[in-house]
């Protein structure tokens, strides 16, 4: 399966963007997926979970983002977007698309830089 990212880019702290995530390719692989979501690497610091959503739409967040973050998913069209409003400085990272099915697949990365 591909993953491909768009929607980053750089927004004044408080602001908005919205990510989104297509899968692609194997047709067995993209709709089995059973978990999608980001992970964000700020620089110096560790991969954290940001947001991810089931195939049956329970989501689970982080706590830095738990109110202003807000995940979905449209199966129908194999994409997860990841709505980011009350945008913060200490969210700008790289963001990293996965999903999971029969192991892990991995987006290129989208930049996020929040300005203060």
């Known amino acids: 399966a591909r993953l491909v990212e768009s929607g980053g880019g750089l927004v004044q702290a408080g602001g908005s963007l919205r990510l989104s995530c297509a899968a692609s390719?194997?047709?067995?692989?993209?709709?089995?997926?059973?978990?999608m979501g980001w992970y964000r690497q700020a620089p110096g610091k560790q991969r954290e979970l940001v947001a991810s959503?089931?195939?049956?739409?329970?989501?689970n967040y982080a706590d830095p983002v738990k109110g202003r973050f807000t995940i979905s998913r449209d199966n129908a069209k194999n994409t997860a977007y990841l709505e980011m409003n009350s945008l913060k400085p200490e969210d700008t990272a790289v963001y990293y698309c996965?999903?999971?099915?029969?192991?892990?697949?991995w987006g290129q990365g989208t930049q996020v830089t929040v300005s203060s």
């Open positions: 959503i089931t195939s049956g739409r329970s989501t």
């Open positions: 996965f999903a999971r099915v029969l192991g892990d697949y």
């Open positions: 390719g194997n047709i067995f692989l993209v709709n089995h997926i059973s978990v």
